[in-house]
C-alpha cells in the first residue's frame, strides 16, 4: 500500500505567477539600487509596488521583463520566476512569448505612427492576421477612444490617448500580464479614473493579472488586490489594499492624511521611516 502523501505536499499551493526572490541590481558596476527585493504576483491580481521618487520600482519592472542591458544595470543576487521557471536570462521577446509584457514609463508610442500603426506594432510576435485583426477590436472596445483616433498621428493626441496607446499596444501581444509602470503619469486625475477603470476591466473580465508601479498610492490601493511599498531599493511594507489604505504611516507618508501636526513623508528622513515601518 502507498504511504499517504506528507499533508504539506498534498496541500501545496501552486507557485506564484511571478516570484522576485531577493534581488540586488546594480547599475554601471557600482551604483547599488535594488537591495535584496522579493515580492510575489498571484495569477489574477493586481498587485502595487509604490513608493516615491528613485525607491526602484522601475528598475524592479525592468529587471522582471530584462529590460536592464540597455541601461547598463544587472541583477547580481536572488532569482526571479515565473509560473516556477527561472526568467532572468530570458530576452524580452521570450518573455512576450510566454506572456508577460511592459508598458514604460513615460509612454513611448512611436510619435511619428498613427494610434493604428502603433496598436499593431505590439503583435510583432504574432502572425495570424486573423487574430490580430481580431485582438485589435478588442482593444478598441476597451478604449473606444482609441478607435475614434485610430488614424491620427500618436505626436498629435492627448497624453491620456498617448497612454491608453502604450497600454492597448502591449494587449496586442495578447499577454497574461502586463508590467505597468506609473500609469498615472502627467495625467488629469479624470483621465486617471478611466486608466484604471480600464485595467480594472481588463483584470475582471480577460483575466490579465497585472503590476503596476505608482506614485500616486491613493489611486493604486483603490484598485490593486495587494502592495509592496519600495522605499531605497528595500521592499519596507507589504500587504492587501485594504491593509495598507487602512496603515497609520502608509496615510501620513503616502497618502497626505496627516494631521496638521504631523509631517509629510519627504520630511521625514527615511531611517526614520524605516524604522517605523520595520518596528
Ligand atoms: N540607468 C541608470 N543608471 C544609473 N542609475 C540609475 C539608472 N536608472 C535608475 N537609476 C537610479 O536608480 C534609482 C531607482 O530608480 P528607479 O527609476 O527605479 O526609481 P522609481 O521608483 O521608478 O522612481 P520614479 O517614481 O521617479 O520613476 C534612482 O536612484 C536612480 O537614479
Ligand atoms: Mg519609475
Redesign the pocket.
Known amino acids: 500500500m502507498n504511504a499517504p502523501l506528507p499533508a504539506a505536499t498534498a496541500a501545496a499551493a501552486p507557485p506564484p505567477l511571478l516570484d522576485v526572490n531577493g534581488i540586488e541590481v546594480i ?2 558596476h557600482v ?1 547599488l ?1 535594488l537591495k535584496g527585493v522579493s515580492l510575489a504576483v498571484p495569477e489574477g491580481a493586481i498587485v502595487a509596488l509604490l ?10 519592472l525592468r529587471a522582471i521583463s530584462n529590460l536592464l542591458a540597455g ?3 544587472e541583477v547580481t543576487k536572488g532569482s526571479i520566476q515565473l509560473r516556477g521557471e527561472r526568467i532572468e536570462k530570458l530576452s524580452p521577446a521570450a518573455l512576450v512569448e510566454r506572456g508577460v509584457v511592459q508598458v514604460m ?1 513615460g509612454r513611448h508610442c512611436f510619435a511619428h505612427l498613427s494610434i493604428e500603426e502603433n496598436l499593431l506594432t505590439g503583435a510583432y510576435t504574432r502572425h495570424d492576421k486573423g487574430e490580430v485583426a481580431a485582438n485589435l477590436e478588442k482593444v478598441y472596445a476597451y478604449f473606444p477612444r482609441l478607435k475614434t483616433r485610430r488614424g491620427s498621428q500618436a505626436a498629435y493626441t492627448s497624453g491620456g490617448e498617448q497612454q491608453m496607446c502604450a497600454i492597448g499596444r502591449a494587449l496586442m501581444a495578447n499577454p497574461r500580464m502586463v508590467l505597468l ?2 500609469p498615472s503619469m502627467g495625467l488629469a486625475p479624470q483621465i486617471v479614473e478611466e486608466v484604471f477603470g480600464i485595467v480594472k476591466d481588463l483584470n475582471d473580465k480577460e483575466k490579465v493579472t497585472f503590476l503596476l ?1 505608482e ?1 500616486n498610492t491613493a489611486m493604486a490601493l483603490r484598485y490593486a488586490d495587494y502592495g509592496y511599498i ?1 522605499e531605497s ?1 528595500r521592499v519596507v511594507m507589504d500587504g492587501s489594499a485594504a491593509t495598507l489604505a487602512g496603515n497609520e504611516d502608509v496615510k501620513e507618508f503616502y497618502l497626505g492624511m496627516g494631521g496638521a501636526a504631523r509631517k509629510n513623508f519627504r520630511d521625514v528622513k527615511s531611517y526614520k521611516r524605516r524604522k517605523r515601518w520595520l518596528a
Open positions: 547599475y554601471h551604483i539600487v513608493g516615491g521618487n528613485g525607491a526602484g520600482k522601475t528598475t524592479t541601461e547598463r544595470g514609463e509602470d506609473e508601479a506614485q519600495l531599493g
